[in-house]
T-cell receptor, first 113, second 115 residues
Framework: QQQVKQSPQSLIVQKGGISIINCAYENTAFDYFPWYQQFPGKGPALLIAIRPDVSEKKEGRFTISFNKSAKQFSLHIMDSQPGDSATYFCAARKSTSYGKLTFGQGTILTVHP | EPEVTQTPSHQVTQMGQEVILRCVPISNHLYFYWYRQILGQKVEFLVSFYNNEISEKSEIFDDQFSVERPDGSNFTLKIRSTKLEDSAMYFC?????????????FGPGTRLTVL
């Protein structure tokens, strides 16, 4: 019940295309859902996050869509660029937690020029 | 821009030896974390630390692990007797006040190799 399942494991997109990464969770106590971006040799960096009281959040080219009833959320990267090539992790946190993040398995995104 | 720093960047040790991984969190942050990432796998939570005590820990964080904030700036993770399966990238993270606990800032990591 503590798991966050992420798909696909890897994704190849052409420059200018849309990248979509999906996550699903079981534990309804999760109430905060961030996406992290990780470049090789670096730590994860917060990209965008959402709470279940909204169904969508957009920041620039990055959008989170959230479906509370289905317990799913997804990251959409519009106009994907080669510089977006990285590993993306979804995560979830319970409100009762002192910040513990439960991460998905990660998606390796490659954007071809 | 403030950042979390970690030392060393790479630590090689023999099985059974003790290692201490060091982190300097962002200076006004109150919550501190250790995560690990085995090569090619997801990031896993180890422990959170607030008000000079452990607030939450995972099943991975057994008696071989300990954390300490010895001097108000450093935050350390000690592994008493390393095992081969402890080989991983260890990330320190920190976040601010309770209202901003959500945004965790991660350091660049320490790659631990146990031989």
């Amino acid at each position: 019940q503590q798991q966050v399942k992420q798909s696909p494991q890897s994704l190849i997109v052409q420059k200018g295309g849309i990248s979509i990464i999906n996550c699903a969770y079981e534990n309804t106590a999760f109430d905060y859902f961030p996406w992290y971006q990780q470049f090789p040799g670096k730590g994860p960096a917060l990209l965008i996050a959402i709470r279940p009281d909204v169904s969508e959040k957009k920041e620039g080219r990055f959008t989170i869509s959230f479906n509370k009833s289905a317990k799913q959320f997804s990251l959409h990267i519009m106009d994907s660029q080669p510089g977006d090539s990285a590993t993306y992790f979804c995560a979830a946190r319970k409100s009762t937690s002192y910040g513990k993040l439960t991460f998905g398995q990660g998606t390796i995104l490659t954007v071809h020029p | 821009e403030p950042e979390v720093t970690q030392t060393p960047s790479h630590q090689v040790t023999q099985m059974g030896q003790e290692v201490i991984l060091r982190c300097v969190p962002i200076s006004n942050h109150l919550y501190f974390y250790w995560y690990r990432q085995i090569l090619g796998q997801k990031v896993e939570f180890l422990v959170s630390f607030y008000n000079n005590e452990i607030s939450e820990k995972s099943e991975i964080f057994d008696d071989q692990f300990s954390v300490e904030r010895p001097d108000g700036s450093n935050f350390t993770l000690k592994i008493r007797s390393t095992k081969l399966e402890d080989s991983a990238m260890y990330f320190c993270a920190s976040s601010g006040h309770r209202e901003s606990i959500d945004e965790q800032f991660f350091g660049p990591g320490t790659r631990l190799t146990v031989l």
